[in-house]
């Protein structure tokens, strides 16, 4: 008690505005409790909790100031993880919270959630709660359905308006993979929660009054955790870590890691002392030593035109920029209009002015170009020519049925050489310098129809026999207006190889776009060189891509044959921020009945791209989760789609 009153009148000296982490469960809060805040809008969070009954790794991603999604697995101590090898019980499944009412002076935050809406329902739950500051305390009071209503219980009021709501399905894992629409805010009880958090610089004093107990739920038969804790969390810019002692004695741990890559800055621009009597000269070293290349320059009276080729910046306008900066350095800036020109495809992608002084770019439509006659300088680009690049990387499989983790440390030896502005051959060479995947020996529990996915054990089990060539693709890249074509042919991914097509009609001013996709494909053996196993497939989509302005969000719907055969759709939603960082969601539904799909009932995930900065390039690097790998609705695992590679000059 001396020690808790120590630590609350060091507290009582200053304060500052509370930052926020994750909570047992997943969600900003503290412990076990939600609360109705949230990270910065562009936030991706990980945390590990662990308690003496479960362990839970969390993935929180805030695509929106108001809206959190986030993922989970779970590792259950006291159930069997059916057909394993001893293993105890691996759960998975998918939480979200939208915020409703925005803190003023006088009224609280408001946020609505659900937990664990999607998957075997053990911790499925929903809550209500408002949290306000007052100077440095935060103050939250919710009320809770399903995992939320243990303790501290009152009648479920939503009962009063349909009987409905008093029924709540029990049995977990009765409808695993499916939404229990029936079940959300059921129940004939409802649990209140609170909690008290007090900030002073990176330290934080908790109380928390949770209304979860678990009892009946992961194989716990007993009452033994607490309705009171108290906490301490340590956080900074970055990570954070806390932990929480109950009145009954049980303790909780965790820690948390979070970063907003939506304000990610990128490469910054390198100066070059000029060293040649040519301007021209001096501007092409320049734009080279940032990765930009200088394809024309027209001249006008008082115009100036410059053309620019470049794959690496995700943020087009910070390209425009660069190729104003390039152009002051070099002491050409006596015209009065500059316009920027970017290609792509070997045709003009966009078209920009750019004000250096007050770094602003805007985009024109793409035509009024100088004329031929104002030609000063034209590059005579020269092919063959190959970019190479070798790097380390991590390969993880999580949740497997012979061990909660496994995972690599892979060198990838990438090049890329071009024939042409739009013909290249794209490698990835692949070598193991040190996994665990040996350890996967169980078969998959279902393969139907046809098995194209769930055989991922013996592909990476294959990556430890010396060089394994992940991609050996040849691609063709064309545009016409706007119609985009790509041609594929060769080792286009891990599991297959083949040739293709597809068509894109995309105009970047318009917010609608659609084409098809046709590949003729066959299976790669696991040995993953150039062998082959007795499969061989079409697989096929019409796609329709839709961007929603209020959003930035872009729907991508796609009607087709996958690669099992089966027929079906899949609904994806993402929103890119400007420098190329993406969160994304998609569920695909196909003519495979949930039985025969087995547990999941139909294939759903998310996936991120990261930009990270190296080599003096700004690459995208992230990941795709789902929560467990099926045959049914597997597309191709293509390097890219021409929308990928447009979006950056649209969007």
Known sequence: MRLFIGILAFFLLSNKI????????????????????????????????????????????????????????ADLFNLDYPASLGQSYKDKGFNLKLKILDETKAMPQFAI?????????????????????????????????????????????????????KDRNYRYGATVGEFDIKDYFSGEDVGIFSSIVYTKGNHNLIADLSSSNFEGRFGITNNDFSTNYIGYKYEND?????????????????????????????????RVEPKHDAKILNLIDSLQANDIGLKDIYVSDDSLQIGIRQNSFQDVNKSVLFAMESLKEAQIDEYKEVTVLNYYFGSLATKHQADLKKESVSRLEPKNLLPKDALLFSANEKFPRTQFNIAP????????????????????????????????????????????????????VTTFPQQVRSDIKDYLKGMSDGLHIQRFELNYLMRNKNNYFSFKAGILEQMFTGIGFEYLNLDQFDNFAFGFEAFQVKKRDYEQKFGHLDYETFTGHLNFYQYFDPLNLTTHISF??????????TIDFSKRFKNGFKLGAFATFTDVSSEDFGEGSFDKGIYVAIPLSGFNQEGLSGFRWTPLTKDPGQKLSLSHRIFNITDRYIY
């Open 18 to 73: 509370l930052s926020d982490n994750l909570n047992s469960f997943g969600t900003v809060g503290v412990n076990y409790s939600p609360t109705a805040r949230f990270y910065e809008e562009g936030t991706l969070a990980f945390s590990l909790s662990n308690n003496k009954d479960f362990r839970r790794l969390n993935i929180a991603a805030q695509p929106y100031e108001w809206f959190e999604v986030s993922l989970f697995y």
């Open 113 to 165: 959630g659900m937990t664990d809406f999607a998957g075997t329902g053990l911790f499925s739950g929903e809550y209500i709660v408002g949290s306000k500051k007052i100077g440095a305390f935060d103050f939250s009071l919710g009320m809770g359905w399903g995992i939320y209503a243990d303790k501290n219980t009152i009648r479920n009021p939503l009962i009063s308006f349909n009987d409905g709501f």
């Open 238 to 270: 970055l990570l954070g870590a806390s932990i929480y002692f109950g009145n009954k004695e049980d303790i909780n741990f965790s820690f948390s890691i979070n970063s907003n890559y939506a304000n990610l800055q990128g490469k910054k621009f390198n």
């Open 393 to 444: 990387s991590l390969r993880t499989f999580i949740a497997s049925r012979e061990q909660f983790l496994l995972g690599g440390l892979l060198l990838n030896a990438d090049a890329l050489t071009y024939f042409s502005e739009g013909m290249y051959l794209d490698t990835r060479i692949g070598y193991s310098i040190a996994d665990n995947f040996d350890k996967l020996s169980l078969e998959p």
């Open 560 to 569: 087709g044959r996958y690669l099992a055969g089966d027929d079906g759709v």
